[in-house]
């Protein structure tokens, strides 16, 4: 997570904050966390979200069948086909309760121990064999919502710092009605941003780019 965060600040350094205001997203509202969003749509630096969602589709093309009970891989995780199927017809709102719960319940297990090393990205199907961290729920969540059908935009996966905690932390946010949700691996129900006042994003980031968060109070040249 560090070097991700780490990552989100250097280029916030590097491009000028004019040139990030005129790619500002024109994507749903609210603004994530009462902060001032700069969108571009250049997420290649991001190799971390990049490297899984190619290692995603490889698995994919490889899977051929879902998984028999004695068979872990190279297939689709039963789990994971039963889910997509228990999905279809839900309403969106439906649709985000029953992923959080589903993906919740698997373990919290560190990069570290799964890995060797301290922040692997995993892919769905590597989460649902063997657990994982934070940016792994979230991840595991993103991408069965939009199997799902739920649109890249309104779905967003966020590295944020958790002030409460004084730790950096991911999540799942999901745009429904013009409320921002959170699905969390440390919240047992789906809240709004609203509710988690102890969050400060970093960045979020889909399938059409990324968002730099900045404060909402601060003031900035390009905005001058």
């Known amino acids: 997570m560090r070097l991700l965060r780490s990552l989100a600040l250097v280029l916030a350094l590097a491009l000028p904050d004019a040139a990030l205001a005129a790619n500002h997203g024109s994507g749903p509202t609210p603004a994530l966390f009462g902060t001032r969003e700069v969108y571009s749509p250049d997420s290649s630096a991001f190799f971390k979200w990049h490297g899984m969602m190619d290692r995603f589709a490889a698995e994919r093309r490889s899977a051929g069948?879902?998984?028999?009970?004695?068979?872990?891989?190279?297939?689709?995780?039963?789990?994971?086909?039963?889910?997509?199927?228990?999905?279809?017809?839900?309403?969106?709102?439906?649709?985000?309760?029953?992923?959080?719960?589903?993906?919740?319940a698997h373990p919290y297990i560190p990069s570290q121990v799964n890995w060797q090393e301290s922040n692997h990205w995993e892919t769905p199907f590597e989460f649902l064999r063997k657990g994982g961290q934070c940016q792994d729920y979230a991840i595991a969540k993103y991408l069965l919502l939009r199997e799902s059908g739920v649109p890249a935009s309104a779905l967003r996966l966020v590295v944020l710092r958790d002030t409460r905690l004084g730790l950096d932390h991911a999540i799942t946010v999901a745009y429904?009605?013009?409320?921002?949700?959170?699905?969390?691996?440390?919240?047992?129900?789906?809240?709004?941003?609203?509710?988690?006042?102890?969050?400060?994003?970093?960045?979020?980031?889909?399938?059409?780019?990324?968002?730099?968060?900045?404060?909402?109070?601060?003031?900035?040249?390009?905005?001058e």
């Not at 309403?91 to 719960?101: F, G, S, T």
């Open 65 to 104: 069948t879902v998984c028999a009970a004695d068979r872990l891989e190279p297939c689709e995780p039963a789990e994971w086909a039963a889910l997509v199927a228990s999905l279809k017809g839900l309403d969106l709102r439906a649709k985000i309760e029953r992923v959080n719960a589903a993906m919740n």
């Open 176 to 223: 429904v009605g013009g409320e921002a949700l959170v699905l969390d691996n440390q919240q047992r129900s789906v809240v709004p941003t609203t509710s988690l006042g102890h969050y400060r994003p970093y960045y979020s980031i889909n399938e059409q780019g990324w968002w730099l968060h900045r404060d909402a109070g601060a003031r900035y040249a390009a905005a």
